[in-house]
């Protein structure tokens, strides 16, 4: 398996673009996570899908934000319009949930962001 | 007061020291513990996993969980060059799936 693949791996933008990062996650995952990592707040959960479906998006900062899983093999997470302070390493991350259990994540390689 | 807290470091060692990385934290209902590490513009990746208490060992890692004091420890024998990087601790409920990270320890591993 090739792991969580991500794309793309780093995005210089301007200020007011609109920004989308992709990403595959392993097959078999029924759950998938978007984080969002910083020198200053580390690791921040920012939405997950359970099946496809959104679970918690509490995490989304504000509406600039979107994220969507059309199907079980792709999410993409969309900033419109983006901002110098969404400048960060984007992380996507998979794992198969069994109830009652533990959740092991598999991390992509990142997208890094870098709004100007 | 964080949920999980963690030492940010850095943390420097002399190749083939004994590295002892802890975490603290405040939920009692935590019951999976997982460290995870990170190199440098790479994605975090698992380490150890662990339920409840007691010391899981795999190869030169050791995982250790104390409920009672609320701490977790991830103890590195031999430490190599190649150990150099940030190491994350993580947490959570059964049937939870949203882990509670903690911030990360930088080791730096010097030849």
């Known amino acids: 398996d090739a792991g969580v693949i991500q794309s793309p791996r780093h995005e210089v933008t301007e200020m007011g673009q609109e920004v989308t990062l992709r990403c595959k996650p392993i097959?078999?995952?029924?759950?998938l996570f978007w984080y969002r990592q910083t020198m200053m707040r580390g690791l921040e959960l920012l939405i997950y899908?359970?099946?496809?479906?959104?679970?918690?998006d509490s995490g989304m900062p504000e509406d600039r934000f979107s994220a969507k899983m059309p199907n079980a093999s792709f999410s993409t997470l969309k900033i419109q319009p983006s901002e110098p302070r969404d400048s960060a390493v984007y992380f996507c991350?998979?794992?198969?949930?069994?109830?009652?259990?533990?959740?092991?994540?598999?991390f992509g390689a990142g997208s890094r962001l870098t709004v100007l | 007061q964080k949920e999980v807290e963690q030492d940010p470091g850095p943390l420097s060692v002399p190749e083939g020291a004994i590295v002892s990385l802890n975490c603290t934290y405040s939920?009692?209902?935590?019951?999976?513990f997982m460290w995870y590490r990170q190199y440098s513009r790479k994605g975090p990746e698992l380490l150890m996993y662990?339920?409840?208490?007691g010391n899981k060992e795999d190869g030169r890692f050791t995982a250790q969980v104390d409920k009672s004091s609320k701490y977790i420890s991830l103890f590195i024998r031999d430490s190599q060059p190649s150990d150099s990087a940030t190491y994350l601790c993580?947490?959570?409920?059964?049937?939870?799936?949203?882990?509670?990270f903690g911030t990360g320890t930088r080791l730096l591993v010097s030849p």
């Open positions: 939920n009692s209902a935590f019951q999976y």
């Open positions: 097959s078999g995952h029924n759950s």
């Open positions: 993580a947490m959570s409920p059964p049937g939870f799936q949203k882990l509670v």
């Open positions: 662990t339920y409840s208490s």
């Open positions: 991350a998979s794992s198969f949930i069994r109830t009652g259990g533990g959740n092991v994540l598999t």
């Open positions: 899908f359970n099946n496809n479906v959104p679970i918690d």
